[in-house]
């Protein structure tokens, strides 16, 4: 049966088709073989306009300014909508070419591109139906000969937008189409079988196919007509990818350094230009591409330089949205994550909240634990109910599921570590599977506020220590004179925050006493000073060298050394609850042994420090004895400590370590009770008994559970468990070793609950110090010379400085790709 006559009003339809397409056309063929100009691939009428608007004599070299400033604006200062069509299709996504009822709009400008990605042949996929429940099938792109044998229609397209067939050489070469699969497309899927096999065999079909040949043929051997404009096309492209390689690294060195971008003028080759455009003036100078760019901006033979402030803007946020998207792969693919939050109010007041993600990466059969940064969001609401809301709204913005988190770190403020209105209260209410575990290096923060608050004597040290701090900074002639009298520490404010960095603080006290009491004495006999000043040197020159406060400053430069090494080491990203808790135990054991032993220790130490700066190390007796009044009925009457050391062993010393103790005690109960479910996977050499293990490991699927639905299966992990401690080496103790060792052998079919187990546990974080690493790079970046920065700018700048490592693995050529994506831009990249 042949093909299907058309009726004759579809044959003035088709006529009146052909007819706007060569309206459509008119002038194409030559605008697309004529020759461009070298610079900028300018027609003659832009030529002629450029001409008339400037002067007719302009010599402009780099290293000399121009006398008409070049404005570094928004490019060509066209919104980005108002791009002529023409420009605009140049810079479509390939994916266009795919579809070939997109191409006559396409064909005049982009024939090479059509025909570089060629014929493709949409597969596996549920094709549309009609009106009569039939619709195309994969089987038409194969023709069956007589001879049994099948070839391929390499020629037949399928358009997905228009649910029709094209012939993909027709479409291009056949100058006076007569079929559908040249013109419109088709979509009689009854006869198609007919009309393919009558369409392949026409002598149309021929002819376009020879055309089709010979032109890929004469574009592999660079011999075809357009040749000259495809290699200035091609050199065009090479330079505007090479200047936005440049522009790129130009972000990144001043992004990596927390340096501001603009200064008080947006032009080029005038002063205060900025980092920006002042890098850009250099590699001018050196490097024959940016010079290159340099003389066509200042010669005004381009407008498109790609240095103004809204494209800084559209770079940064395009780089660190390719950084955040790298993250959050590799944290899909581990599927299991944790979630830190922070908040502070910056420099213009406004309260920026930090939200870091841990995960478990495989990196080779090498697990790392990876904490990074996905940027500040400026809150409003600080309520519990507030940052929940947002957490979740931002969860679901970067396409992570609430359900596969399995830990939240926060501080200890009421609005997030709340038991019924905090943060964490919430988000468990959602997904109890997603543990809290308070901050260690705030709990132990407050550990030590507490001792400190726990007796006069300490409040005293500090005290004095922040008056000594206060007094010798107070000016330079002052800081000189402890300068000259101590070499190697000098004194340092006390730290609102961190009570563990105090140990800085008592360091030059420790082993420089001696010293520092000859520069308060110095400042205090000097004729010029004033009297204040004075009076504020000798008293503390007199305090320093009293027997009870060097006491005290042994006492407590032992602690705080402690306390600092349990808190540096929480601070690790590798940190887990087992490894804190055993360090809590550590610290809590010390001080019980300190107790016991601790004050004649720090008595001896003190004997020696006083015999250095030479007093008496005794105590001063009270000149009056303080009786408390008992009540009338009580039997006895306590009589007063009269001995002036034990009453300061009772009163400083025990009151003090005994406060740190119980603290520490209660402040990490919370972080006690999930060590107790999770202990026995820690050291697989000693796993407990077997029923203790079956019972251990239910515990674990219990803690695990969702909507009876568990991550484990315990009875299985307990088998796991049981058989695997023979297959381990000796060196694979640690959960980051065991499961190195389950990948590299291929055992996760194996163990496959081990393999669960181990990646949730070091999932769960033990403290916020990446969010308050944050804050940091935070005072660097949004300083108050640029109190005025947006917020999108902010967190993208953040995002590149404090991921520097990530961005060094991004690929330029991708961050171009999608840079020419972004926008309609009239270069072609």
Not at 38 to 46: K, R
Not at 337 to 355: A, G
Not at 732 to 751: C, E, K, M, Q, Y
Request: with cysteine.
């Amino acid at each position: 049966m042949g093909p299907k006559k058309l009726s004759g009003a579809q044959n003035r339809k088709r006529r009146a088709l052909m007819d706007l397409e060569d309206q459509k056309s008119a002038g194409v063929i030559k605008k697309y073989f004529g020759t461009p100009t070298p610079s900028g691939l300018q027609t003659t009428e832009e030529k002629d306009e450029e001409s008339c608007s400037s002067q007719s004599d302009v010599h402009l070299k780099l290293s000399e300014p121009s006398t008409s400033k070049t404005s570094l604006e928004e490019d060509s200062n066209t919104p980005s909508g108002s791009v002529a069509f023409d420009e605009t299709i140049s810079t479509c996504e390939n994916s266009s070419f795919t579809d070939p009822a997109l191409w006559p709009k396409l064909i005049s400008k982009n024939i090479d591109g059509i025909l570089d990605v060629g014929p493709v042949q949409v597969q596996d996929v549920d094709f549309k139906k009609d009106a009569y429940n039939r619709h195309f099938s994969s089987a038409f792109y194969k023709r069956k000969l007589d001879s049994g044998e099948e070839q391929t229609r390499r020629w037949l397209v399928y358009s997905s937008s228009t649910n029709k067939v094209f012939c993909f050489s027709c479409k291009l070469f056949d100058k006076n189409p007569k079929t559908s699969l040249a013109l419109g497309g088709s979509d009689d899927w009854t006869h198609m079988s007919n009309i393919l096999k009558s369409h392949e065999t026409s002598s149309g079909h021929f002819t376009a196919q020879q055309m089709w040949t010979e032109t890929q043929l004469r574009r592999k051997s660079k011999h075809a007509i357009d040749q000259n404009y495809q290699n200035l096309m091609s050199r065009e492209r090479q330079h505007w990818r090479s200047v936005m390689e440049r522009l790129l690294n130009i972000v990144q060195f001043l992004a990596e350094r927390n340096l501001a971008f603009r200064g008080s003028s947006d032009r080029l080759f005038t002063t205060n230009n900025g980092n920006f455009l002042g890098l850009v003036e250099l590699l001018g100078k050196y490097d024959s591409v940016m010079a290159e760019h340099l003389r066509r901006v200042v010669s005004k033979e381009t407008a498109d330089h790609y240095c103004g402030k809204t494209i800084q803007n559209e770079i940064i946020n395009l780089m660190a949205k390719q950084v955040i998207e790298d993250i959050l792969q590799r944290c899909r693919n581990a599927k299991y994550f944790s979630i830190i939050l922070d908040c502070t109010p910056d420099i213009s007041h406004k309260e920026q909240m930090s939200f870091t993600i841990r995960f478990l990466e495989d990196i080779s059969g090498n697990f790392q634990v990876k904490e990074h940064f996905l940027g500040f969001n400026k809150v409003e609401d600080t309520t519990g109910k507030g940052l929940s809301d947002f957490l979740l709204e931002f969860l679901s913005g970067k396409n992570l599921d609430i359900d596969n988190c399995r830990g939240q770190g926060y501080d200890n403020g009421a609005n997030m570590a709340g038991k019924n209105n905090g943060v964490q209260s919430k988000i468990l209410n959602i997904n109890p599977r997603a543990v809290f575990v308070p901050c260690g290096c705030h709990c132990l923060n407050l550990v030590i506020g507490d001792a400190v608050r726990s007796c006069k004597e300490s409040m005293l040290l500090f005290g004095i220590i922040q008056r000594l701090y206060v007094l010798f900074s107070g000016s330079v002639k002052r800081w000189k004179i402890l300068s000259d009298h101590v070499s190697g520490l000098t004194l340092k404010p006390l730290c609102t925050t961190r009570w563990e960095c105090r140990i800085n603080c008592l360091k030059p006290l420790r082993h420089n006493l001696g010293e520092i009491q000859e520069a308060l004495i110095v400042l205090s006999d000097e004729t010029h000073t004033e009297p204040n000043i004075c009076h504020e040197a000798n008293t503390l020159s007199q305090q320093i060298v009293e027997f009870k406060f060097i006491v005290s400053l042994c006492v407590w430069y032992e602690i705080l050394y402690q306390v600092n090494i349990v808190s540096k080491a929480m601070q690790n990203e590798a940190a887990d609850i087992i490894l804190v808790s055993n360090l809590i135990q550590k610290c809590h054991n010390f001080l019980i042994h300190f107790r016991e032993s601790g004050f004649e220790s720090s008595f001896q130490l003190a004997k020696e420090l006083a015999e250095k700066v030479n007093v008496e190390p005794v105590f001063k007796k009270p000149s009056r004895i303080h009786r408390k009044k008992a009540l009338f009925d009580y039997e006895s009457q306590d009589e007063p400590l009269t001995d002036p050391t034990k009453k300061f062993k009772i009163d400083f010393f025990n009151v003090l370590v005994d406060t740190a103790a119980k603290s520490l005690e209660e402040r990490f109960t919370q972080m006690e009770q999930h060590n107790k479910v999770w202990r026995f996977l820690y050291n697989m050499r000693h796993l407990p008994a077997r029923e203790n293990l079956r019972d251990c490991c239910l515990q674990l699927q219990k803690a695990l559970e969702k909507s009876s639905q568990s991550d484990i299966n315990g009875l299985d992990l307990s088998e796991e468990l049981w058989h695997i401690q023979n297959l381990l080496p000796q060196d694979a103790t640690a959960p980051r070793h065991i499961l190195s060792f389950i990948v590299r052998n291929g055992l996760t079919d194996t163990f496959p609950n081990i393999w669960i187990a181990f990646r949730i546990l070091l999932t769960i974080p033990v403290s916020v110090a990446s969010g308050e690493r944050s804050f940091s790079k935070l005072k660097l970046i949004k300083t108050y010379l640029r109190s005025s920065m947006t917020d999108d700018r902010l967190t993208s700048l953040s995002v590149l400085s404090i991921e520097s490592d990530v961005l060094k693995t991004l690929d330029m050529n991708s961050v171009i790709d999608e840079f020419a994506k972004a926008k309609a831009r009239k270069v072609v990249f």
